[in-house]
């Protein structure tokens, strides 16, 4: 494993999980911002990401409401890459893209606006479970003819099904819940 995210790996084997209507939903900084996420944490999810992107190549980061925006936030600091957030309320612009997002344990409508025509985008989210986030975001940014440069999650669910995911998705840990436990693997 990367060393820089050993506190990471460490504190999420410490991660209460609850039960989300029998889906194991695990509780961390990074996919709840409770318990408090350390900066070192933010900052080595910066880093990995920025180690496994070129972000030289991107115009920018887009990162869906609610638990993506601290990371997109973190990259977009360090890099000074712009960012956009995909929201879950409409604007009524009209080059608005609305998209239905289905999870794990739940289902909305997601709202993309601020993302042009033949922008080189980064999606970043904290977690990928069913991908049915990453795919929705992935319809409306190609609906609105962007580019996707690459897609990262900090963490990848390797435990539920993302069968339906047809893009290639960049994790910088992959983890399972065994046991009312986080399990990180090496
Ligand atoms: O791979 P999936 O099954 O789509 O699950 C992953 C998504 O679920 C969570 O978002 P959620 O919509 O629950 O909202 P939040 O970020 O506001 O907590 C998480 O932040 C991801 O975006
Ligand atoms: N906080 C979380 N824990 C586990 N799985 C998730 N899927 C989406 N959010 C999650």
Redesign the pocket.
């Known amino acids: 494993m990367d060393p820089t995210l050993e506190p990471l790996a460490r504190s999420l084997r410490q991660a209460p999980v609850v039960d989300r209507d029998g889906y194991e939903y695990f509780v961390h900084g990074v996919?709840?911002g409770i318990p408090p996420i350390e900066p070192a944490v933010l900052r080595a999810v910066a880093d990995g990401i920025s180690e496994r992107v070129d972000l030289e190549t991107v115009d920018k980061i887009v990162a869906?409401?609610?638990?993506?925006i601290h990371h997109g936030t973190a990259l977009s600091v360090a890099t000074d890459v712009p960012l956009v957030v995909v929201r879950?309320r409409s604007y009524g612009f009209p080059e608005e893209v609305a998209v239905h997002?289905?999870?794990?344990?739940?289902e909305?409508e997601l709202f993309v606006n601020g993302v042009d025509a033949g922008d080189r985008v980064l999606l970043v989210?904290?977690?990928?479970?069913?991908?049915?986030?990453?795919e929705a975001v992935c319809d409306a940014l190609e609906a609105v003819e962007a580019e996707l440069v690459d897609i990262v999650v900090v963490l990848r669910r390797v435990d539920?099904d993302?069968a339906d995911v047809s893009r290639d998705v960049t994790s910088l840990l992959d983890v399972r819940v065994r046991d009312g436990q986080v399990e990180v693997l090496e």
Do not use: F, N, R, W
Not at 64 to 68: D, H, R
Not at 125 to 134: E, K, N
């Open positions: 996919t709840d869906p409401e609610a638990m993506g879950k997002q289905e999870t794990s344990y739940s909305g989210d904290d977690v990928l479970s069913s991908g049915g986030t990453i539920v993302h």
